[in-house]
């Protein structure tokens, strides 16, 4: 593999070590193994309807399969991606593809309201695995190369939760919703297979804390870093945000006046294509300093989307105008985040990815049971109304944070915290 010399070495230590950062290829094959991971997580957003239908779910309650996926998410955060300083990351990441396996073929067989939780909850606790990716491929990649290897990989990941939309709606018109999970499994064992050959075997992590030490070192790494915590909350507030639109959207096509089916719903998440884009153009931005110019502008569109959204049911055109801009804006941020928090403390990636991504999956749970909620309660009007809060909410925290510079502060290590 381009950019990565193997070395040959005896025993289960043998290593290869990273020879002039990560190569575009790999990082390829990153970012698509990240996409295939990320996208079980949102599978069930088109889906609610006939997932209720099928357990005899209320509709007022249906978001709960979001929201455990979310809450599952949020775990593995806390618990599995900070292995990632301590552990083999080869090694973790081909583990938590095989247990993905078994979870998604225990949902997609679900028999009973309990199995299917349980499976979606162990589907979002080990499709973290992303974070650990995201913070191999940082740890490959050349200094001046971090964002674009965080935006490329965040770019598969974008690919990934959109494409879901629209695989999961195609699939689940011919075969069922069952069929979505079933044919993941598949897709997640070839992956598995390809990252077996693929993955470098790098140097273990030369952290001596303990694994009690390395949690309890994220929540003081976030409170003791205003950067951190700032670009935490923004990963809160514009999950929820980007959760708010796509959690509610299959609520009113998928009812009069549309009567859309789930796959002409799906094509809706190939219009927000336009925020990969937007992940790999804001790594190369980050890379050049630009980070908080970045952010400004999108969060700006962000915005400004929610008015255009608004116009459903009665411009569908405007509505598509508004999804490019919001999952542009949200996916710039993202990556912006990201490119940020990796460069501040080196020797504690995977926790920071980890802590910051708590942030995001809290937001993301936040806006979908919101979502279904306030649909539930005022109509795609206060669908709308909510994203624009927080959309607001998020300006706000920025503005009120501009004064301290992002990249002026001095970085402590994390094991001095």
Wanted: proline fraction near 4%; hydrophobic fraction near 55%.
């Amino acid at each position: 593999m381009n950019g990565i010399t193997m070395q040959n070495a005896s025993g289960p230590r043998a290593r290869c070590q990273p020879d002039g950062g990560l190569s575009r290829v790999a990082t390829l094959i990153f970012a698509v193994a990240a996409g295939l991971s990320v996208a079980n997580v949102y599978y069930a957003q088109p889906l609610l309807d006939a997932i209720a239908s099928d357990f005899g779910i209320s509709p007022a309650a249906i978001g709960l399969v979001v929201t455990l996926t979310q809450v599952g998410y949020a775990l593995g955060l806390i618990f599995i991606v900070p292995l990632g300083d301590l552990l083999d990351r080869r090694r973790l990441v081909i583990g938590q593809g095989l247990l993905s396996i078994i979870a998604l073929i225990a949902v997609a067989t679900a028999k009973t309201e309990g199995v299917l939780f349980t499976g979606l909850a162990a589907m979002g606790l080990l499709a973290v695995v992303v974070q650990v990716l995201v913070a191999f491929a940082a740890t490959l990649a050349t200094p001046a190369e971090h964002g674009r290897a965080v935006g490329t990989v965040t770019s598969g990941v974008v690919i990934g939760i959109l494409a879901a939309r629209f695989v999961a709606g195609l699939l689940a018109d011919l075969g069922g919703w069952r069929v979505v999970y079933l044919t993941s499994a598949i897709l997640m064992a070839a992956m598995v297979g390809l990252l077996t050959r693929v993955l470098p075997r790098t140097p273990l992590p030369g952290s001596t804390d303990s694994y009690a030490e390395t949690l309890r070192s994220i929540p003081a790494l976030f409170l003791r870093d205003r950067v951190l915590l700032t670009r935490g909350l923004l990963a809160l507030l514009i999950f929820a945000t980007f959760s708010t639109f796509w959690t509610s959207l299959v609520l009113p096509l998928s009812n009069a006046p549309f009567h859309y089916s789930h796959t002409q719903i799906g094509l809706f998440g190939l219009v927000g294509l336009a925020g990969a884009a937007a992940a790999t153009g804001a790594g190369r931005l980050a890379d050049r300093g630009l980070g908080e110019w970045t952010t400004a502008l999108s969060l700006t569109l962000l915005l400004l989307s929610w008015g255009l959204i608004a116009f459903l049911p009665s411009s569908i055109p405007l509505l598509l105008i508004g999804v490019v801009l919001l999952d542009l804006a949200v996916q710039a941020v993202h990556v912006t985040n990201q490119s940020i928090i990796v460069a501040r403390h080196p020797t504690a990636r995977s926790r920071l990815i980890g802590g910051y991504m708590v942030f995001y999956s809290v937001g993301s749970a936040m806006g979908a049971s919101a979502a279904t909620m306030a649909y539930a309660h005022a109509g795609w009007y206060g669908v709308s109304m909510l994203g624009a809060a927080f959309s607001a909410a998020a300006m706000l925290t920025w503005a009120g944070a501009r004064h301290r510079p992002v990249g002026g502060e001095a970085t402590e290590r994390a094991d001095g915290l």
